[in-house]
């Protein structure tokens, strides 16, 4: 039983992506944020949510739930509606190191130095003791994270799928 068919007011922005099987592709609703449905919920009244096949946990600091700002829910919802192309895409800063995952460079390990324009990137690789700056897509790196919290409401195993 889903959370929305349980009277819970719950949203999980999605995306559209491309998917191949083996003898075609096909379209598919995916979460943009991967694993997390966001409910508003009394804490006193609960149990609707825990109880709910896949659920694993309400994100907290702690024993005590940590709200997500409404402000962000606003914009999430903006980014849901608005019929834009939105993608999951980690949060990057400038100084950052990140991992090259596509392209000629996979698997070379480099600090991002600018944040360029039509999703290019400049990243800084150190090569026999000189800096060189290398433009490349967005899509080839991934951030090298130190155990960064993440909070949402609800981690789910099924919120992967579809909260309704």
Same mark, same amino acid.
């Given at each position: 039983?889903?959370?929305?068919?349980?009277?819970?007011?719950?949203?999980?922005?999605?995306?559209?992506?491309?998917?191949?099987?083996?003898?075609?592709?096909?379209?598919?609703?995916?979460?943009?944020?991967?694993?997390?449905?966001?409910?508003?919920?009394?804490?006193?009244?609960?149990?609707?949510?825990?109880?709910?096949?896949?659920?694993?946990?309400?994100?907290?600091?702690?024993?005590?739930?940590?709200?997500?700002?409404?402000?962000?829910?606003?914009?999430?919802?903006?980014?849901?509606?608005?019929?834009?192309?939105?993608?999951?895409?980690? &949060? %990057?800063?400038?100084?950052? @190191?990140? +991992?090259? #995952?596509?392209?000629? *460079? !996979?698997? /070379?390990?480099? &600090? %991002?130095?600018?944040?360029? @324009?039509? +999703?290019? #990137?400049?990243?800084? *690789? !150190?090569? /026999?003791?000189?800096?060189?700056?290398?433009?490349?897509?967005?899509?080839?790196?991934?951030?090298?994270?130190?155990?960064?919290?993440?909070?949402?409401?609800?981690?789910?195993?099924?919120?992967?799928?579809?909260?309704?």
């Amino acid at each position: 039983m889903s959370l929305i068919s349980k009277g819970v007011d719950a949203f999980l922005p999605e995306y559209k992506t491309r998917r191949r099987w083996s003898d075609r592709y096909k379209t598919i609703d995916c979460p943009l944020f991967p694993g997390y449905a966001f409910c508003r919920i009394d804490l006193q009244h609960r149990l609707m949510v825990v109880s709910t096949p896949g659920f694993l946990y309400i994100v907290s600091t702690g024993s005590k739930p940590t709200p997500v700002d409404e402000a962000e829910i606003s914009k999430i919802q903006a980014v849901a509606h608005s019929g834009l192309s939105a993608l999951p895409f980690p &949060t %990057l800063a400038v100084g950052q @190191k990140v +991992r090259l #995952v596509n392209g000629p *460079l !996979t698997g /070379l390990e480099a &600090t %991002l130095l600018e944040l360029g @324009k039509h +999703r290019r #990137v400049y990243v800084g *690789l !150190t090569l /026999l003791k000189r800096g060189v700056s290398v433009e490349v897509d967005s899509e080839w790196i991934l951030p090298i994270r130190h155990s960064d919290p993440l909070v949402c409401a609800v981690k789910s195993a099924v919120a992967q799928s579809s909260v309704n």
